[in-house]
Every structure is written in C-alpha cells, then in structure tokens.
C-alpha cells in the first residue's frame, strides 16, 4: 500500500480522470487479498510475495530512475519511509491473507487515530476538538469490531487483527512522513516505499522461516512467478494511478475517494467467503469509516 502526498496541481482540467485513477487504485488495493490468497495456496506466503512483487517493482523503478537510489541514499530521513512502508505493506498483506479480510481492512483504517497522534508528535499540529472527536470515534469503532461475543474486553486476539492494527499505524506514519518529505523527487519517495516491502518483509520472513513459522519460497514454478508479476504489475499501475489523482485533487478529496477500498475488500470478501458480515462488524466499521471521512473533511 503506497500513497503520495502530492499537492494538488494548479490548472487541472477536470476532476474525473483523477477520480478515476484513484478509484482505480483503490480497486487494486481492495482485492489484493484474492491474488494473495491464490499465490499462498501455491506454496508463497504473503512475506514471500511482498518480496517477491515489490522487489520485480524497484527493479523497474530502478531502470526507469536510476537517479532515485542517489537521492535516496543520501536522504537518511527517506529511511525512515522505507521502514513505515514497509511495515505496513507486509503487515497488511499477511492480516488480509490469514484472517477476516473486512476486520483487518477496518482495523487497518484506524488510521485517524495514529494520524493525529503522530501529526501531533512529528509535525507539531495542533490537537483541535474536531481531531478528538475523529480519534473518540475510531476508537469507538475498533470497540465494536473488537468486542468478543462471549464477553470481555475489546483487544486484538488474532494475528490478523494485530496485524490490521500494526498496519494501520505504519500506513499513518507512512503518510505523515510523505506530508514531512513531499519536496523530495517522486521517483525516490516511490521508491523508498517498494523498497521498504522488500527490506521488512524479507528479514521477517527469512527469520520466521529459520524458526519454523512460515515455509520457505516454494521452487521456481510458472503459475506463483507468473501471478506474482503480474500483481507487481498491478501494484505498480495503482500507484502511478495514485500519483497521478492525488496530484489533481485536494488532498480531501483523495481521502475520501481512497476510503472506496473498504468498500471494495468488504463486498469483494462478503462475495468470496473471506468473512463474516454481522451488525456489530457493520457498527463499528460505520464508526471507522466516519472518523475517517471527518479526517478527509
């Protein structure tokens, strides 16, 4: 998952194109756990395939921008990028491949919350009432969703759901740090952000396949190379797709439009019985979903 925090260009000739493309991305995004779950009954596990899609990407950003690895290189503060990422591309691609996808979709968008704290912490914004009443909100949604149906407290008991939850603060963080650094070139923010999925997720997985928790990459097959290209492919159409929208509307405007990417996951996951569509899980997500429209406002 990769956003660009571009300003919105002066002189655009419309906005549907960009609504479009950022529809279009969201699109992507949205379904990406089908293909993920496809190439995980093939023998790749979800690290394994963050690596294996994001690495085929920066070899193609490479070619085509062979500038952006001097400027990354000499920018440690784009590090800091890479790693949030990182995290959440691999955190959200294991989340959305092992358990409920609409739960860890709506946990992932607790972003809200963790904007506000760490806008607060790094860009030294202001906690305004309307700010508190967005993160009352999330918080009152990660409740609902979370709530046990047998009673008890309301805390993440899944690896999925604190993968939904890790995501969602490191996908904040990610787009914090493109609001901090959205003067640095285009190519080396790109970059820096499929860069992160394969220097997080690959360590991850190398280790938790040393210790016997996730299988190693299966043999070199045409069926799980050829489905992961051609999610990189994808992967890599929605962020430029992403780059262009977001750089011809108002960044509330992106906000909004990107929100479509629940909507996308829930019906697409409801449809393919990857989870469980109940009342609390539409309450709380209703909450979610508000604090986050609030946040676009």
Not at 219 to 237: D, K, N
Request: hydrophobic residues 60%; charged residues 10%.
């Amino acid at each position: 998952m990769a956003i660009d925090a571009a300003a919105p260009r002066a002189g655009s000739s419309g906005a549907t194109a960009p609504a479009l493309a950022l529809l279009a991305n969201a699109f992507v995004w949205g379904l990406s756990w089908w293909p993920l779950r496809e190439l995980q009954a093939l023998g790749l596990h979800p690290l394994w395939a963050t690596v294996t899609v994001y690495g085929s990407v920066v070899l193609a950003i490479s070619a085509w921008r062979p500038s952006a690895w001097r400027e990354l290189l000499r920018t440690p503060v784009l590090w800091v990028l890479v790693a949030a990422a990182g995290t959440t591309n691999a955190t959200f691609n294991w989340g959305v491949t092992v358990g409920d996808v609409v739960r860890v979709v709506l946990l992932f968008y607790l972003m809200p919350l963790w904007t506000v704290l760490l806008a607060r912490l790094l860009l030294r914004e202001r906690l305004t009432r309307a700010a508190a009443l967005r993160v009352a909100m999330a918080l009152a949604g990660a409740a609902v969703v979370l709530w046990p149906e047998g009673g008890g407290l309301p805390l993440p008991r899944t690896l999925a759901e604190w993968l939904g939850i890790a995501g969602g603060f490191s996908f904040a963080l990610n787009n914090v740090m493109l609001r901090r650094e959205a003067h640095r070139p285009q190519s080396a923010r790109a970059l820096a952000m499929f860069l992160g999925g394969v220097v997080v997720a690959g360590p991850l997985a190398a280790t938790l396949a040393a210790h016997g928790a996730v299988p190693m990459p299966p043999s070199p097959a045409p069926g799980w190379i050829a489905g992961a290209l051609l999610l990189a492919v994808f992967f890599l159409g929605g962020n430029l797709a992403l780059q262009y929208g977001a750089a011809r509307l108002p960044a509330n405007a992106t906000a909004v439009v990107m929100i479509t990417e629940v909507l996308f996951a829930s019906v697409s996951a409801a449809l393919l019985g990857a989870a469980a569509i109940t009342l609390p899980l539409l309450a709380g997500g209703a909450l979610i979903v508000g604090a986050a429209l609030l946040a676009a406002r």
